[in-house]
């Protein structure tokens, strides 16, 4: 560790746009769309300006972008792009072959809501619909955590036993566009947490013949997605080292759940992103009046970490899970329907609220917190243990 | 908990709101503080009115709301008082700082019945004759913070000397000294 932290003040993106500096990754291929744009357009003028050596690629669309990365990432190049909501919709299809030909791209997503109405504001639905992609998925709270996610994100996805795509989100203008404290690091403790270039076990070369994405039908799919599942089951202890790891490094602790107030809680948020600190002010007042109740925040969405949820949601008596996402006809949010799977058959776990909140900027205010909260007591008491509303809409 | 203060910065698109709540921000953070500054984005364009907010602490915080209730409102142009409710949310006994260059007596009836500390600077006349164009969001900064004591002037000569390089900072800089003297 060197000695004096610098501090910078940044927006979101612009520490997306600096961590990804420090990467210098060989390729960037990206597509502007907001909330993400800046960190294109930073990393533009990275490039421009030689402080990088990175081969910028100006595509025609976000299904171009991923194109290209999935292309320069065959050859063996460290790849990143960042996205947003209609970008990352676009993306999807390509996605799964970033995936499935484990590419192991870094992918920034300014969170934001889907159209139709239009609108360019926050709201994860766009990286939570992403689950089943076959990518690692991690949300951060502040420009912090997305300074800090981007230099873990190529640490997971490249370890020899994850070789996934990774993508980390953080919620537009909220955090994208506004400005915070910024611890940073320093280019040679970058270059000690990540090697100097990815470690390639199999790569397009001019000079050797091989095929990549050739057809696989009922022969060998079902092998090859079958690695897909072990590799994102290795993710998980990948992370917790890389966190680890980052954690010595950078002097913040960072863990895959982050856990507050919750030793003697009889009460729990469970939630992820910008949320995450609202809920965290919301204990804060809530505890003032006396009240036994912390707050559990995801980072990693993807693996679940669902032995983490057990382990730190047991002995709790109701949990009020913020999901800011939409879904529509489901059993619950989307995150509540994981943690449920991940608590169904236990013991001495809480009954669950869910509360589909914050869609397309929607603030839930700290007194609305409140009030979800007291909503889930009330469930609670009555013995419902399982509950989804829609909360801080006109009715 | 944490010692927060909200402050609102409101002006029209082209007055440079956004710059104001970012290198008031950017001061803080040179001081140790804690910041979380944003603008109200929309469809914005010259001229109509825009806010922009910082929420600042000397220790850390969690909440990431956008502001409803400000501390303090920071009004960049004078011509938004008779379209723009500024005082909205304003909390009680708070404070809110005008570009204004008549009476105090004259801006005081504007808020008639708002339970709060009125300050004006002439910030347009400053902004025009310092710095020569009528920019006079970072002059308002000056003024803002005689008043509130939110950051120490020297970290806001700073921050401005950094993002403007050369003559233009340095005019501010002196706009800055000039609003910070006169606010009354």
Redesign the interface.
């Known amino acids: 560790m060197s000695g004096v932290r610098q501090?910078?003040?940044m927006t979101g993106d612009e520490a997306v746009a600096h961590a990804a500096k420090l990467v210098n990754p060989d390729v960037v291929a990206a597509y502007p769309i907001t909330?993400q744009t800046i960190i294109a357009e930073r990393y533009s003028d990275f490039v421009n300006n030689g402080e990088v050596d990175t081969s910028f690629i100006s595509v025609e669309s976000e299904h171009s972008a991923m194109s290209a990365c999935v292309g320069a990432s065959l050859t063996g190049a460290r790849v990143f792009t960042a996205t947003a909501s209609a970008g990352l919709a676009l993306m999807y299809e390509i996605l799964y072959v970033a995936s499935g030909m484990r590419c192991p791209i870094v992918l920034a997503v300014a969170n934001r809501a889907f159209s139709a109405p239009i609108n360019?504001?926050g709201e994860c639905t766009d990286q939570l619909v992403c689950r089943d992609a076959s990518w690692v998925s991690l949300f951060g709270?502040?420009a912090q955590e997305a300074y800090d996610e981007t230099i873990l994100s190529f640490k997971i996805a490249e370890h020899p036993d994850v070789m996934l795509p990774a993508m980390f989100g953080i919620e537009g203008?909220?955090?994208t566009?506004?400005?915070?404290?910024v611890e940073t690091l320093s280019k040679q403790q970058v270059d000690d947490f990540i090697p100097a270039s990815r470690i390639v076990r199999d790569r397009f070369c001019p000079d050797e013949n091989k095929t990549f994405g050739s057809l696989v039908l009922q022969d060998y799919y079902m092998e090859i997605k079958r690695q897909q599942e072990e590799a994102m089951q290795n993710a998980y202890k990948v992370t917790e080292d890389a966190m680890q790891e980052f954690s010595e490094l950078s002097g913040r602790k960072m863990e895959i759940t982050e856990k507050y107030q919750l030793e003697d809680a009889d009460y729990a948020f469970v939630s992820y992103g910008?949320?995450a600190?609202?809920a965290?002010?919301v204990v804060?007042?809530l505890r003032?009046k006396g009240e036994k109740v912390g707050a559990l925040k995801i980072r990693l969405f993807r693996p679940f970490p669902s032995m983490d949820m057990f382990q730190a949601l047991s002995g709790i008596k109701a949990a009020t899970i913020l999901d800011r996402s939409a879904t529509f006809g489901s059993p619950g949010t989307i995150v509540q329907t994981d943690i449920a799977s991940a608590l169904y058959g236990k013991e001495n776990v809480p009954s669950l609220h869910g509360y589909i909140n914050g869609l397309g900027g929607r603030?839930?205010?700290?007194p609305e917190i409140e009030e979800v909260y007291e909503m889930s007591k009330e469930y609670n008491n009555i013995g419902i243990n399982s509950t989804t509303d829609w909360v801080g809409y006109r009715k | 908990?944490a010692e927060i203060t909200d402050v609102r910065i409101n002006g029209r698109g082209g007055q440079g709101a956004v710059t104001a709540?970012?290198l008031l921000?950017?001061a803080a953070?040179l001081e140790?503080q804690?910041?979380?500054?944003?603008?109200n984005?929309g469809p914005e364009r010259a001229g109509a009115p825009v806010t922009s907010y910082a929420r600042i602490s000397p220790e850390p915080?969690?909440?990431?709301?956008?502001v409803?209730e400000p501390h303090i409102v920071v009004v960049i142009d004078p011509t938004l008082l008779d379209d723009v409710p500024v005082v909205e949310g304003l909390r009680d006994g708070g404070t809110i700082v005008v570009n204004y260059d008549g009476e105090k007596d004259s801006l005081v009836k504007y808020f008639e019945g708002v339970h709060a500390n009125i300050y004006k600077v002439a910030g347009s006349i400053i902004a025009t004759e310092e710095i020569g164009r009528n920019v006079p969001n970072l002059v308002m900064l000056g003024a803002l913070i005689k008043v509130t004591k939110l950051v120490e002037i020297e970290s806001l000569k700073k921050v401005t000397l950094n993002r403007f390089k050369g003559v233009l900072g340095e005019k501010n800089v002196v706009a800055i000294n000039r609003a910070f003297e006169e606010v009354e």
């Open positions: 501090v910078v003040g909330p360019i504001h709270e502040s203008f909220i955090v566009h506004a400005l915070e404290r910008a949320t600190g609202n965290k002010a804060d007042r003032a603030v839930l205010t700290l | 908990m709540s970012r921000a950017e953070i140790g804690y910041v979380h500054a944003f603008p984005f915080f969690y909440e990431k709301t956008e409803y």
